[in-house]
Nanobody, 127 residues
Framework: QLQLVESGGGLVQPGGSLRLSCVVSGFTMDNYAIGWFRQAPGKEREEVSCISRVGGSIGHAESVKGRFTISRDNAKNTVYLQMNSLKPEDTGIYYC????????????????????WGQGTQVTVSS
């Protein structure tokens, strides 16, 4: 059974940091790019970051460049999102997702390229 389970969310003050984890099971993780997405209250889901199947290629939304870092450990079936210098506008539910198909290189930072999603973890940035 294919599963993606996020953890690591919470309440943090502006300027603080969090590290999210996404543990996957039910498929061979190193065959697929993995992405992170988020949805703020009342807004549509937006792309955050993606990482290619062996980590050689990474994509970040402009809003998080220089602050967020995505990484993966295929041996642990885990993808991470390190979030630094957090801002109130980073608040939302964060989801990880599996890419639709095998892609030898790169990742496409678009929700249309992903077909399996976790349940999400809440991140709240507030003083």
């Amino acid at each position: 059974q294919l599963q993606l389970v996020e953890s690591g969310g919470g309440l943090v003050q502006p300027g603080g940091s969090l590290r999210l984890s996404c543990v996957v099971s039910g498929f061979t993780m190193d065959n697929y790019a993995i992405g992170w997405f988020r949805q703020a209250p009342g807004k549509e889901r937006e792309e955050v970051s993606c990482i290619s199947r062996v980590g050689g290629s990474i994509g970040h939304a402009e809003s998080v460049k220089g602050r967020f870092t995505i990484s993966r450990d295929n041996a642990k079936n885990t993808v991470y999102l390190q979030m630094n210098s957090l801002k109130p506008e980073d608040t939302g539910i964060y989801y990880c997702a599996k890419a639709k198909g095998f892609r030898l290189f790169g990742c496409v930072l678009s929700s249309n390229d992903f077909d399996a999603w976790g349940q999400g973890t809440q991140v709240t940035v507030s003083s």
